[in-house]
């Protein structure tokens, strides 16, 4: 016996890894953690735009999955340069040491 | 598809990406230059590339749609302009700050017009996937534009914040689109209108609705989604915190409005509290956590965030009016906002501190600056004559009618005027400061160059104008609005479901 996979399968599996995604980026003190934990947001919701995508028969779900990849791959450039001049800066990726601007 | 409708977008590219390759080949010393060359570039497009809306055109278009993901529209040309205005004078303002950017200054110039270009581009987007190009195109490019001075602790703690509050926002957006795209199986603006009715009971719709919500209200500083502001505003070099509460608030706005009055008038329409509920804890959370800031850009910060406030104001009116006072009071910030941070930008180019006792003595020390500074807190107090009191009557006058037959819209109401008075104190806090501040140390006379002047000439000119003669402007925002279709509530059917 086997179980076809629906929607809804792939649609609870990128919620579950949105919801994975979001507690890393809650949970976690380190910032590339955090960022991977952010990765894994976008990344579910891409399963989700290819899944209605498959499911409803239209194709431009996805295309917007490429926007979101290259979108990602540019924040990703962009967020790890900044983590190097951080830890450059301080000798840190924690999160709690970023205190410097407080009221 | 006819390129012409994106003519201002590719010239702005284009000066972009010609400022950066100039600048392999400029001497270090003569790299200011570029400055100037950015602003003229700016000025041209703004005069010459912008052309009245005579009717709605649609670029990226599917063959024989006759919608597409690119609209050029009155309210487009409206924001593009006010995009291209904010740009020069923020691009002026940094030509004076230049010196503490070092030789990387004109990568600086270029990361403004690439930001300027995803404001262009978000102020014509029709589609949820432009939407997001356009909204991401501005959030990276002011990750590296707030991050800018890496000799600064605070400037990179900036762009951390930034870049890991902005990507948490935009991970909602994306998968509150793909909930909207999975829903209503499309992402157009104008194939939403179509379905709406049908999507109003759909709990995917409903949810991805408000996760792309989200991600706007972030990127607007509205409460719950303000706490980066304050950090950010600190933290980041003035021209870019300038840049980023004007331009970055206004592109929020303009795809709210779209969003909401373009493709779901309907629903945004049952949401009328709850909106109403945001705009007012959003205006009393800005003003009363503003009066203890000893730094001005973290008061601006939350002074920002107050704005942003009133701004959600005008949408919770759901009608044409409550738009065009949503696009006269924009406009209005855009000169303040741009006017305050040219003075604090100047002053901040000669002293680390942001103090608001490094404004002592400013009146002595140049009395222009000082006059500018105040002028530009009287219009964000909502002082008559000037523009921030016509925008708040404005956007408060069509929430009179509804406040008196909502007894909550009332207290709204009530809670935008409070937060009025509140602002009074700590705005003129800052004028204080400037005039009657005790224990100056230093006098010396601050110059001011000629592209500090022409700004700052701009922003109080921008003020009283808009403040004195402001039938100019409604008469421009009235036909700008006439695209969107926001819908009254239906009459208090079911109280109890909201």
């Not at chain 2, 900036?158 to 991970?171: F, H, P, Q, R």
């Not at chain 2, 998968?175 to 049908?198: P, R």
């Not at chain 2, 002047?453 to 039938?471: E, H």
Request: aromatic share 10%; with cysteine; proline share 4%.
């Amino acid at each position: 016996m086997s179980i076809q996979a629906g929607l809804g399968h792939y649609l609870v599996v990128s919620a579950l890894l949105f919801c994975l995604g979001l507690l890393g980026v809650v949970a976690r003190r380190n910032l590339l953690v955090i960022y991977m934990g952010l990765e894994l947001m976008l990344n579910s919701a891409n399963l989700a735009l290819v899944a209605f995508s498959r499911f409803n028969n239209n194709l431009n779900g996805q295309v917007m999955v490429f926007f979101v990849i290259t979108v990602a791959a540019a924040e990703v450039a962009v967020g790890l340069a900044l983590i190097v001049a951080l830890y450059r800066r301080r000798q840190t990726a924690h999160v709690e040491d970023l205190v410097s601007l407080k009221l | 598809m006819n390129s012409s409708l994106i003519i201002v977008e590719i010239l702005v590219a284009l000066l972009g990406l010609g400022v950066l390759l100039a600048d392999l080949w400029l001497p270090v010393e003569r790299r200011r230059l570029l400055g100037w060359v950015a602003a003229a570039g700016v000025a041209v497009v703004f005069f010459v590339g912008m052309k009245d809306a005579a009717e709605v055109a649609y670029a990226f278009a599917a063959p024989g749609a006759k919608t597409g993901m690119y609209v050029l529209d009155g309210l487009a040309v409206f924001f593009k302009q006010f995009f291209l205005l904010a740009a020069l004078l923020v691009i002026l303002m940094t030509t004076e700050y230049a010196p503490k950017l070092g030789s990387g200054v004109s990568e600086f110039y270029s990361l403004v017009l690439f930001a300027l270009l995803g404001m262009l581009f978000a102020a014509s987007a029709n589609d949820l996937v432009l939407l997001f190009a356009a909204l991401e195109l501005i959030t990276i490019t002011f990750v590296v534009l707030n991050s800018f001075r890496r000799d600064q602790t605070a400037s990179i703690e900036a762009g951390v914040k930034y870049l890991i509050l902005g990507a948490t926002a935009s991970a909602f957006m994306v998968f509150g689109m793909a909930l909207v795209f999975g829903a209503a199986g499309t992402t157009n603006f104008n194939e939403m209108a179509a379905v709406q009715k049908a999507m109003g009971g759909s709990p995917i719709f409903l949810a991805g609705l408000v996760m792309v919500l989200a991600g706007l209200f972030f990127k607007m500083s509205l409460v719950p989604f303000q706490a980066w502001a304050p950090d950010v505003y600190q933290g980041s070099p003035a021209p870019a915190t300038a840049f980023l509460a004007v331009g970055s608030k206004a592109a929020g706005v303009v795809l709210l409005l779209r969003l909401l009055f373009g493709a779901v008038p309907e629903i945004a329409a049952r949401w009328q509290h709850v909106l109403g509920g945001l705009a007012a804890l959003t205006i009393l959370y800005g003003s009363l956590c503003a009066i203890p800031q000893r730094s001005i850009k973290r008061l601006l910060g939350y002074s920002s965030i107050a704005n942003a406030g009133y701004l959600l104001l005008g949408v919770v009116a759901m009608s044409k009016a409550g738009a065009s006072g949503v696009l006269f009071y924009v406009s209005g910030y855009l000169f303040t906002v741009l006017a305050a941070f040219t003075v604090v930008s100047v002053i901040l180019a000669r002293t680390e501190s942001d103090d608001l006792s490094s404004l002592n003595g400013l009146s002595q020390r140049s009395p222009a600056l000082a006059g500018a500074l105040a002028v530009a807190m009287a219009s964000l107090a909502g002082v008559p004559p000037m523009a921030g009191f016509v925008g708040k009557f404005l956007l408060l006058k069509p929430m009179v009618p509804l406040a008196a037959a909502d007894p909550f819209l009332a207290c709204v109401l009530v809670a935008a005027l409070v937060g009025v008075v509140i602002s009074m104190y700590y705005y003129f806090g800052i004028v204080r400061a400037a005039y009657w501040g005790q224990g100056v140390a230093d006098l010396t006379p601050i110059p001011t160059s000629w592209a500090v002047r022409v700004a700052l000439l701009i922003g109080v000119a921008g003020i009283l104008w808009l403040g004195i003669l402001p039938d100019a402007l409604i008469q421009a925002s009235t036909p700008a609005v006439e695209v969107l279709k926001p819908q009254a509530p239906v009459a208090q059917q079911h109280s109890g479901d909201r």
